[in-house]
């Protein structure tokens, strides 16, 4: 069984003034304007992120560090590595790589051809000896080839004051 209950304006100004009674009224406006600061914590915060995501992307590939779970932030040629290597020992064609840099968040949808630059990305990477390439009938396969590397103590103390100033930004 439903009650239904119909409210008259004195029983509105009635709650209304219980409520200023109780302080409630004073709550409320401590807690829109914490709510108010949280909301400007939470974009300063965004920001935070986003510079330190851009500076983790352009950081990473220097040392040889490639996100493997978020491909978005790669460009195509840093994605088609990620997934070469996160494949090895196994080869993939470069329909594979496209199906994988599409399951692992990578917008192909600003490519005019998305399959002739990721053709291109492996020709360039088997060339520089990063990936290796073996044919089967009509397929060609391609898998990473090169073990990952890591920085002279030089070159990590460029990176580091290199960071130290994209960080400062």
């Given at each position: 069984m439903l009650i239904y209950s119909i409210m008259t304006e004195s029983d509105h100004e009635r709650q209304a003034m219980?409520?200023?009674y109780f302080g409630f009224v004073a709550d409320l406006a401590q807690l829109e304007a914490r709510l108010?600061?949280?909301d400007v914590q939470r974009e300063e915060t965004r920001l935070?992120?986003?510079r330190i995501r851009r500076v983790v992307a352009?950081?990473?590939p220097l040392c040889g560090y490639l996100d493997s779970n978020n491909l978005s932030i790669h460009g195509i040629t840093d994605a088609c590595r990620v997934v070469i290597r996160k494949a090895?020992?196994?080869y993939l064609s470069a329909k594979d790589i496209k199906e994988k840099l599409e399951q692992g968040g990578f917008d192909?949808?600003?490519y005019e051809s998305p399959s002739a630059s990721i053709y291109t990305i492996l020709?360039?990477?088997e060339e520089s000896k990063f990936a290796e390439k073996k044919t089967e009938g009509w397929n060609v396969l391609y898998r990473w080839r090169q073990p990952e590397h890591r920085p002279t103590r030089r070159q990590a103390k460029?990176?580091?004051e290199e960071v130290a100033k994209k960080v400062q930004e």
């Open positions: 219980q409520a200023r108010a600061e949280l935070q992120l986003e352009e950081l990473g090895h020992p196994e192909l949808s600003r020709t360039r990477l460029v990176i580091r």
